[in-house]
């Protein structure tokens, strides 16, 4: 079954430094990945997207991810944070019909 | 425009009220879903409307009884809720049912609290 795994419940950066927020997926069939980002009593907003292509995608606020399908992994990373960064984030994947999203990692930012 | 809106933001009602949800996007998509997401977790799909018809429901409880009326709305008619059921409800859509990589696109969301 399709699974997607996010290392750390939670995550701490200091204002500048970089945020690497790692998802993991299990499938025999590469998947179309995605990271979505979620402010406080807000809904879902899209980061980035990877379908096919450049492994490297970029999306938006900074952030980009990096397809490695021989780790199964779809990292987050972001060379400086902000404040405004704090916020929830999650990694999903659609295989077929549906969409399955990570438990979500939770990333604070300290000035 | 690739905004969904959803009314209210924020509703509460007790068990034996009735109550419904709005979802509305006017960018031409063919697929809508409703999702239930607790504190700290992620969106949990409830339905999902493919072209104005029913093609998945994830075992919800019949308490909850969806209705998509055209292809730019979609309800949640809410009956004999649980205090449980208090969460936020999202409902998001995409230019095709999920395949292909389409991108779903989010609501603000509905916080419902169950008295």
């Known amino acids: 079954a399709q699974s997607v795994t996010q290392l750390g419940s939670h995550v701490s950066v200091s204002e500048g430094a970089l945020v690497l927020l790692r998802c993991n997926y299990s499938?025999?069939?590469?998947?179309?990945l995605f990271w979505y980002v979620q402010y406080p009593n807000q809904g879902l907003q899209l980061l980035l997207k990877?379908?096919?292509?450049?492994?490297l995608v970029k999306g938006i606020n900074g952030f980009e991810a990096e397809f490695k399908k021989s780790e199964t992994s779809f990292h987050l990373t972001k060379p400086s944070a902000h404040m405004s960064d704090a916020a929830e984030y999650f990694c999903?994947?659609?295989?077929?019909?549906?969409?399955?999203f990570g438990p979500g990692t939770s990333l604070s930012v300290i000035p | 425009d690739t905004e969904v809106t959803q009314t209210p933001k924020h509703l509460v009602m007790g068990m034996t009220n009735k109550k419904s949800l709005k979802c509305e996007q006017h960018?031409?998509?063919?697929?809508m879903y409703w999702y239930k997401q607790k504190a700290k977790k992620p969106p949990e799909l409830m339905f999902v409307?493919?072209?104005?018809?029913?093609?998945i429901n994830e075992s919800v409880p019949s308490r909850f009884s969806p209705e998509c009326p055209n292809s730019s709305l979609l309800n949640l008619h809410l009956h004999a809720l649980q205090p449980e059921d208090s969460a936020l409800y999202l409902c998001?859509?995409?230019?095709?049912?999920?395949?292909?990589?389409?991108?779903?696109?989010f609501g603000p969301g509905t916080r419902l609290l169950v008295l």
């Open positions: 998001a859509s995409s230019q095709e049912p999920l395949s292909e990589g389409e991108t779903q696109y």
């Open positions: 499938s025999s069939v590469p998947p179309y």
């Open positions: 990877y379908t096919t292509g450049a492994t």
């Open positions: 999903a994947v659609t295989l077929y019909d549906k969409v399955i």
């Open positions: 960018m031409g998509h063919r697929a």
């Open positions: 409307y493919s072209y104005e018809k029913l093609s």
